[in-house]
Structure formats: C-alpha cells, structure tokens
C-alpha cells in the first residue's frame, strides 16, 4: 500500500530521536573518559592506569556509532519534506558505502579488538603505548575489503546490469541505491535503498564476525571468574549475534516492496532499530561500566586513605592532649596539695590518681569519676577498687 505522510514522518521523527539519544550518550561517555584519564594524571593513580589504556579504542567506537547515526538521518524522507531538499542518486549511493561499507563494519571490529585486548600480554597489549595506533590500524586495514567490495556494487554493479549481453537482467534492487520518486515534480529526488548484494556482502560479514565472537567470548569466559564481568560477555555475544542478523533480515526483506510503501520504512526502520540498540548496549558495555567501576576503586582507595590519615591524626591528637593533660595535673598536685585530701574524695567530684613509682604503668592514668559520697566507702582493709578514687599512701588516715 502506498506509504501516508503521516507515517514517513513518524518513522523519521523516532530515527531522529534515538539517534540523538546515541549521540548524546556517546558525548557523555567521551566526557566520562576524559574525565577518567585527568584523575588518574591528577591524583597518580597508577593501579588504574591498566583500565584507561585502550581509551582512544574506546572513543573511536563511540565515533563510528556517531558516524553511522548521522548517516541514517540523511537517508531520511522526512528531513528531504522538511526542508524541501532534493535528494540525487549520488547522495544515496554515497550514504551505503560510507554506513554499509564503513561505519558498521569498522564499528563491529572494534568491538572485537577490545574484547580480545584482555587475551593480550600486557607489554604489547594495552599497556603499550602504540596499543592504540596499532588496534586503529588494523580497524581501518580490515575494513579495506568490505569497503572495496560495496564501492563496486555501487558502481560497478548497475553497469554490469545494463551491459549484459545474455538477454536476461537481474532486478533492479540488486545494485540499485536509489529509485526516483513517482510524485509529480520530485523527478530529481531519489528514495535511498538497500542494494541486495550490499545486503548479501553484509550478511557473510555477520556470519564471519559472529562465530569469531563466539570462539573469543569462550576463551573470555575461561578466565573471567566475576559474575558481573560474565554478564557483560553475554550481553556483549547476545547483543551482536542477535542484531546484526536481524538488521540484515529487515534489510534484505526491504527490497520486497518499493520505497514509497508503508512495509518498506518499516522494514528499514527495525533494521535501524536493532541496530541502534545493539550500538548503546555497546557503549555502555565497553565504554561506560569499566570507567565507572575503575572510578569505584579509586573512590574507595581514597577512602582508605583518608581513614589511614585520619586514625594517625586522632592518635597525634590524643598523644598530645595526654601529654599536656599530665602536665597540668603534675602542675596542680604542686601548687594545691590539699584539693586532692580525702575529704575532697568523699564529696564527690572530679578526681585525679597518679600511680606510685612502684606500679607498672604508661603514664599517669586520669580519672574522671561522678558519684555519690557513700558509694565512695569501701569496708575496712579491702584494697581500692579499680575506677573509684584512690587516696594517696603519703597521706596520714584520721581517726
């Protein structure tokens, strides 16, 4: 059935929200990164620095899935009708090579170098410093074959259609990008599709990467002893196994009804939303939980040692005020010797005993004792009770 307005900008409005909703979590997740990598500089947690090395890795997936997200808004019908753009063929052709032939695939092998970077030794793994530059250009290397391959069906392919000689042409959505639209003065303006072959060449790149993934997430699991990190594996091997294959189902299904019907945008609509799912679980999976959970640590190494600085600051504290404590009581046994008489215990007040030189002890012990003056009795001859007042043996006992 023909596709209504209402629908293409319905379709489009969603395209346009989610892809925002991945670019602004991409943002946050750069800032999170950069912020990481100045609080390892600036405090020299160097326990961390393991956990920040493949940080350029990490940015760049971020920037494929941005790249890959601008992309699909430039496709869109409904930012042609908003601002009355006129879509050539070579905006379409341009949009599957650079998506199809780049972005996705640099973003799926990126994703792959950094799971297999734990597997690595640490001297030429992450700890290196050419790490990075090294796992860039194996990205970019790798990419090279599938980037050749959908610049020749874009190009490449409609020629061969037309020079075909056997008598029988295939149909047009095996190398077609674009179809000119059917509506009265739009002649100029082209509907951006899926070529069949771009879809084919696509699905064996998922079926390469997915039992890669499979055969790494295995050896992974082997030495992930964490629940939590195991539940990160699988969301990773689910996320991937399960949208690439559904985004190439969707996009293979598209060529089955023209550009201007309701099947084909939403088709093409849940191939970009399985997608799109599968590239924020990513992010949030291999960008924004190891940064958060190394962040974690280093919050509870400087609780520890804001503990360890204060429990030595409490024991200077209290070293000190004992010190000075003793000195003043030293101070006032001189100078007023009969404040501390009997009479002044039995009254009940605030008393201090020093130990003679006879009776092992650290220092003078100080003692703070409130009570009642007949709970200061004891029987005759019965030795002082520890805690209670003790009268000094140089002192004579009245009758």
């Not at 908003?82 to 052709?93: A, G, I, M, N, Y």
């Not at 195991?230 to 091997?237: G, S």
């Not at 200077?316 to 404040?339: D, K, Y």
Request: with cysteine.
């Amino acid at each position: 059935m023909p596709l209504s307005r209402f629908a293409t900008e319905a379709f489009g409005l969603v395209t346009i929200c989610l892809v925002a909703i991945l670019i602004l979590l991409g943002l946050m997740c750069i800032a999170y990164s950069f912020y990481f990598r100045s609080r390892i500089h600036n405090q020299r947690l160097l326990q961390l620095t393991y956990f920040s090395g493949p940080w350029i890795v990490r940015i760049t997936i971020i920037l494929f899935s941005i790249w890959w997200g601008i992309g699909e808004i430039i496709r869109l019908t409904l930012l042609r009708s908003t601002f009355h753009l006129k879509w050539p063929d070579t905006v379409c052709k341009c949009y599957i090579v650079s998506n199809l032939g780049f972005a996705e695939p640099c973003l799926f092998l990126t994703l792959v170098f950094l799971l297999r970077a734990p597997l690595q030794d640490l001297e030429t793994g992450i700890m290196s410093r050419k790490w990075n530059v090294k796992t860039l250009g194996y990205v970019l290397l790798y990419c090279l074959p599938m980037f050749v391959l959908q610049l020749f069906v874009i190009l490449v392919g409609p020629r061969l259609d037309k020079n075909n000689g056997s008598g029988k042409k295939l149909p047009h959505y095996f190398s077609s990008a674009g179809v000119t639209s059917s509506v009265a003065g739009e002649n100029d303006t082209a509907f951006c599709t899926y070529p069949l072959f771009s879809t084919i060449l696509l699905g064996l790149y998922a079926i390469v990467l997915t039992s890669y993934l499979f055969w790494l997430g295995s050896r992974i699991l082997k030495l992930v002893i964490n629940k939590g990190l195991q539940k990160r594996v699988y969301t990773l091997l689910f996320s991937v196994s399960c949208f690439l294959p559904i985004r190439v189902l969707f996009l293979g299904l598209s060529v089955l009804s023209g550009p201007e019907h309701f099947m084909f945008e939403a088709f093409v609509f849940l191939a970009f939303l399985a997608l799109v799912c599968c590239a924020g679980l990513c992010m949030y999976t291999l960008v924004y939980r190891p940064v958060a959970d190394s962040l974690s640590l280093g919050n509870l190494q400087d609780l520890e040692a804001r503990r360890r600085n204060d429990d030595h600051n409490d024991t200077v504290s209290f070293i000190a005020s004992q010190t000075h404590l003793e000195g003043n009581v030293e101070e006032n046994i001189r100078s007023s010797p009969g404040r501390y008489s009997d009479a002044s215990t039995k009254r009940g007040s605030i008393s201090f005993r020093t130990l003679e030189k006879g009776v092992t002890s650290t220092g003078t012990f100080v003692e703070l004792s409130l009570f009642s003056p007949s709970r200061s009795a004891t029987p005759p001859g019965s030795p002082p009770l520890l805690g209670w007042p003790m009268r000094s043996p140089t002192q004579n006992i009245g009758p």
